[in-house]
Structures are given as structure tokens and as C-alpha cells.
């Protein structure tokens, strides 16, 4: 839920100080010397009335020698997570950095701000304004040393968040009424975080909480007991796909089931190619390659979901021997089309932007992407029910 902003420019121009001066704090390292941050630098900041985001001080874009170009992938690789960047520079104006930038930037259907600080020492040349206006390029000129136009600087990349950011997103809100009973199946297994539970499962109960509906929670283990128990039927019932099979067979099918994992697909908007991607595992063929992305990175448990029981509900389904790689965090590989399939985990630890990017990417090299639940689902023969609730409004 927490918006990314990179801080991306050239050494020197005064990104480090930005951040402090948007903060009021010292966060980041300042020197007068080039090359000062070497790792990007990740502040979390109220920046409202956007709401909670994360601002990313980075490594200068023109960084030399090897050491320099692994900080500059590092740099590219922030700007690829991102919501929104600001292209800082001082009083040296646009160049070949800057303009390799913005091309990037535009690649990536990224929103930028042009951001001319120093303005304490000097005007933004004026050639370099005229190409901002020709190219409708939104721009800003302020001083990290003086703080004059910090405030104006906020209230820009307010303006400058796409609608989808300032919009309140739904996760099941849309699915049942004020006063309707909501039934959450949480199993807790060796993978479940220790001593709380994951965060689909914490803001499908605080959206329940919002819109005075009544959330109940039970293990998988009790699901039958709290059926018997109601004196109305839930409204909805959502369950971990985990044990989606077994809760299939037990709520009547009179009750509408969904996952959420499914919730968060549709949250995040990528529901509709994760239920195309979930079709090929019906023509996968003997020793195709199958590519696991995880988010977030854990300790391997011996039930592991996306090693030990993706893989195995796979061979069951298909009956063929399949090659399955992992991949962690924000590393996705290059080699995408070596895959049949990519199957992603819920990224509930990603923000939309980047799992967007990631659909989008597998879509341009025509490699089907879809996700855990979703995937858990087909396979369990449920997916038809688990995403009827959701298709009136994918
Ligand atoms: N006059 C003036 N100097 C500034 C301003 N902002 C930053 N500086 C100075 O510019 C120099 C570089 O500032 P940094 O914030 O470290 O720049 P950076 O872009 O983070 O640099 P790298 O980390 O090396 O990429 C320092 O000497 C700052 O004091 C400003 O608004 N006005
Ligand atoms: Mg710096």
C-alpha cells in the first residue's frame, strides 16, 4: 500500500538533500564530494493527503568505473519499483543523463517531476525550461538548502499521482453489505508468519470493520462447527487457497467461496491475466521450465508453499516431470522466455506498480504469468467458484 517515489539523478545535485529537506530530518548522508550515496536509501513518509509512501534516495545515475555501474543497476532497479520518481538536477541543467532518463522513465509509463534545485545559487538555464514546456514535461525549481518550494514540491507529486493512488481501493468491500456476516478461514501452518497473520487477511478485517460488517475467523478446523453455529448464512466466505479444496466440499454452494489471494489479484488489478495464465497448465508439455517469483524472502520450511506444495499439486495435475526455479524479491530474471509458465506469489509485500510491471513484462514476451492462489485453485478443480463473486467487477 505504500507508494514508491525515486529520488534519480546525476552525483551531486543535491538528491541526498531533498530528502532530508522533504523529511525535516537528516536521514540521508550529504557531502560536497561525488558519489556520497552508494546503496539507495528507503525513508517511509506520510506525504499527505496521499497517504504513506516511501521516498528512495539513490546512487548518482553517472556513476563511473564497476563499482559505479553495479550502483547505477541498482539505481535502474528502484526506478522499476516505483510509482513515481523526481529527476533531480542543480544548476548544470539537462544532459545526456537526464535525457536518457526521462527516456527511460517514459519506457516505464512512470510519472516524474522535473525538479531544478539550488535555486538558491541560480535559475534553471533557460533552454532547459523550454524543453520542459515543449515536451509538456511538469517541472519545479527549489532549494534543499534554503527549503523554499519544499511544500510546493508535495502538493506536485500529489497532483502528479496517478488517480488509481489517490483512489480508495476495495479489497472485498464490494462483495457483501453493512451488517452482513463475513466468514475468514485462516489455517496456520509452519509457514504462517510467527505470532500474526498475513496482511490480506489483516485488511480484509479492518475493510470488514470499516463498513460495520461482521468478520468471523476460524482455522479450517472449525469451519464446519461455525457453519452449524450461524443462525444466518455468511455472506461471503474467504479462504486461504491453501486449504481452498477442503473448504470447497464443506461451505454449501449456495454460499459464495473466494480466496484471498484472488482479493488481492483483483486489488492489485491483475486478476484477469492471472486466471488466463492458470489455463496453461493444461498444455504444459515433459521438462518445461517453471518459473516460482516470490516476494518476499523467508526461511524454507519443509511444507514450503511455493517450493515443496506448488510443485507437487503441479506433477499431480499434469502427470508430467517439470523443472521449477525460484526466484526472491526484486530480482526477476532476464531469461523469461525459457519459461512455460511464471507463477507469482500473492506479493502482498510488493506495491501495484511493480506487480503491474511484472504482468506487463511476461505479457510483452508472451510468457503466461499467474499466481499461488490462483494456480492452487485450477488445480483443485475450484477456480470456477472462487472467482465467480469477483467477475461482476474483475
Ligand atoms: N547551494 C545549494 N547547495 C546544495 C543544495 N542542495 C544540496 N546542495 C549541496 O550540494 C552538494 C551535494 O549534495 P547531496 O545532497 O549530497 O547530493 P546528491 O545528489 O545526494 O549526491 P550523491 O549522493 O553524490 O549522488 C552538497 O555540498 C550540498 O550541500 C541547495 O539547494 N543549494
Ligand atoms: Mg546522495
Not at 532497479?77 to 543523463?97: I, P, S, T, Y
Not at 472449525?222 to 455468511?234: G, I
Not at 526461511?299 to 515443496?308: A, K, L, Y
Not at 519459461?339 to 506495491?351: E, T
Given at each position: 500500500?505504500?507508494?514508491?517515489?525515486?529520488?534519480?539523478?546525476?552525483?551531486?545535485?543535491?538528491?541526498?538533500?531533498?530528502?532530508?529537506?522533504?523529511t525535516?530530518?537528516?536521514?540521508?548522508?550529504?557531502?560536497?564530494?561525488?558519489?556520497?550515496?552508494?546503496?539507495?536509501?528507503?525513508?517511509?513518509?506520510?506525504?499527505?493527503p496521499?497517504?504513506?509512501?516511501?521516498?528512495?534516495?539513490?546512487?548518482?545515475?553517472?556513476?563511473?568505473?564497476?563499482?559505479?555501474?553495479?550502483?547505477v543497476?541498482?539505481?535502474?532497479?528502484v526506478?522499476?519499483?516505483a510509482?513515481?520518481?523526481?529527476?533531480?538536477?542543480?544548476?548544470?541543467?539537462?544532459?545526456?543523463?537526464?535525457?536518457?532518463?526521462?527516456?527511460?522513465?517514459?519506457?516505464?509509463?512512470?510519472?516524474?517531476?522535473?525538479?531544478?534545485?539550488?535555486?538558491?545559487?541560480?535559475?534553471?538555464?533557460?533552454?532547459?525550461?523550454?524543453?520542459?514546456?515543449?515536451q509538456?514535461?511538469p517541472?519545479?525549481?527549489?532549494?534543499?538548502?534554503?527549503?523554499?518550494?519544499?511544500?510546493?514540491?508535495k502538493?506536485?507529486?500529489?497532483?502528479?499521482?496517478?488517480?488509481?493512488?489517490?483512489?480508495?481501493?476495495?479489497?472485498?468491500?464490494?462483495?457483501?453489505?453493512?451488517?452482513?456476516?463475513v466468514?475468514?478461514?485462516?489455517?496456520?501452518?509452519?509457514?504462517?508468519?510467527?505470532?500474526?497473520?498475513?496482511?490480506?487477511?489483516?485488511?480484509?478485517?479492518?475493510e470488514?470493520?470499516?463498513?460495520?460488517?461482521?468478520?468471523?475467523?476460524?482455522?479450517?478446523?472449525?469451519?464446519?462447527?461455525?457453519l452449524?453455529?450461524f443462525?444466518?448464512?455468511?455472506?461471503l466466505?474467504?479462504?486461504?487457497?491453501?486449504?481452498?479444496?477442503?473448504?470447497?466440499?464443506?461451505?454449501?454452494?449456495?454460499?459464495?467461496?473466494?480466496?484471498?489471494?484472488?482479493?488481492?489479484?483483483?486489488?492489485?488489478?491483475?486478476?484477469?491475466?492471472?486466471?488466463?495464465?492458470?489455463?496453461?497448465?493444461?498444455?504444459?508439455?515433459?521438462?518445461d521450465?517453471?518459473?516460482?517469483a516470490e516476494?518476499c524472502s523467508?526461511n524454507?520450511?519443509?511444507?514450503?508453499?511455493?517450493?515443496?506444495?506448488?510443485?507437487?499439486?503441479?506433477?499431480?495435475?499434469?502427470?508430467?516431470?517439470?523443472?521449477?526455479?525460484v526466484?526472491?524479491?526484486?530480482?526477476?530474471?532476464?531469461?523469461?522466455?525459457?519459461?512455460?509458465l511464471?507463477?507469482?506469489?500473492?506479493?502482498?509485500?510488493f506495491?501495484?506498480?511493480?506487480?503491474?510491471?511484472?504482468?506487463?513484462?511476461?505479457?510483452?514476451?508472451?510468457?503466461p504469468?499467474?499466481?499461488?492462489?490462483?494456480?492452487?485453485?485450477?488445480?483443485?478443480?475450484?477456480?470456477?467458484?472462487?472467482?465467480?463473486?469477483?467477475?461482476a467487477?474483475?
Amino acid at each position: 500500500m505504500r507508494y514508491q517515489i525515486a529520488l534519480v539523478g546525476r552525483r551531486n545535485v543535491g538528491k541526498s538533500s531533498l530528502l532530508n529537506a522533504m523529511t525535516g530530518q537528516q536521514i540521508a548522508i550529504v557531502s560536497e564530494t561525488r558519489g556520497t550515496t552508494t546503496d539507495a536509501v528507503a525513508k517511509p513518509y506520510e506525504l499527505l493527503p496521499l497517504g504513506p509512501v516511501t521516498l528512495f534516495d539513490t546512487a548518482g545515475i553517472d556513476d563511473e568505473g564497476d563499482l559505479g555501474a553495479l550502483r547505477v543497476g541498482a539505481t535502474h532497479k528502484v526506478l522499476c519499483r516505483a510509482d513515481m520518481a523526481m529527476l533531480v538536477a542543480d544548476e548544470q541543467g539537462l544532459g545526456e543523463h537526464e535525457l536518457a532518463l526521462i527516456e527511460q522513465m517514459r519506457s516505464l509509463a512512470l510519472p516524474f517531476l522535473v525538479v531544478f534545485n539550488k535555486g538558491d545559487s541560480g535559475e534553471p538555464a533557460r533552454a532547459d525550461l523550454a524543453l520542459c514546456q515543449q515536451q509538456g514535461l511538469p517541472h519545479l525549481c527549489v532549494s534543499a538548502a534554503t527549503g523554499s518550494n519544499i511544500s510546493a514540491l508535495k502538493q506536485r507529486l500529489y497532483e502528479l499521482a496517478p488517480e488509481e493512488l489517490k483512489a480508495e481501493p476495495v479489497l472485498a468491500g464490494d462483495l457483501y453489505r453493512r451488517g452482513d456476516l463475513v466468514l475468514c478461514v485462516v489455517p496456520i501452518d509452519l509457514a504462517a508468519p510467527k505470532g500474526r497473520i498475513i496482511l490480506p487477511q489483516v485488511q480484509v478485517l479492518r475493510e470488514a470493520l470499516d463498513r460495520n460488517a461482521m468478520a468471523v475467523v476460524v482455522k479450517e478446523t472449525e469451519l464446519a462447527d461455525a457453519l452449524k453455529r450461524f443462525t444466518v448464512p455468511p455472506r461471503l466466505v474467504i479462504t486461504d487457497a491453501q486449504v481452498i479444496k477442503f473448504v470447497d466440499r464443506v461451505v454449501p454452494k449456495s454460499i459464495p467461496l473466494t480466496t484471498f489471494s484472488s482479493l488481492f489479484a483483483r486489488f492489485k488489478g491483475d486478476l484477469p491475466p492471472m486466471v488466463a495464465g492458470a489455463e496453461r497448465f493444461d498444455s504444459l508439455k515433459e521438462g518445461d521450465k517453471v518459473l516460482i517469483a516470490e516476494a518476499c524472502s523467508h526461511n524454507v520450511q519443509e511444507d514450503d508453499i511455493g517450493r515443496v506444495k506448488l510443485p507437487n499439486w503441479i506433477r499431480k495435475y499434469t502427470g508430467k516431470s517439470l523443472q521449477f526455479d525460484v526466484v526472491c524479491g526484486h530480482d526477476f530474471p532476464d531469461n523469461l522466455e525459457e519459461y512455460a509458465l511464471v507463477i507469482h506469489c500473492g506479493a502482498c509485500m510488493f506495491n501495484r506498480t511493480e506487480m503491474l510491471r511484472r504482468v506487463r513484462e511476461c505479457q510483452r514476451r508472451g510468457v503466461p504469468i499467474t499466481n499461488y492462489g490462483v494456480a492452487i485453485s485450477k488445480l483443485q478443480g475450484v477456480l470456477p467458484r472462487v472467482i465467480a463473486p469477483l467477475m461482476a467487477n474483475p
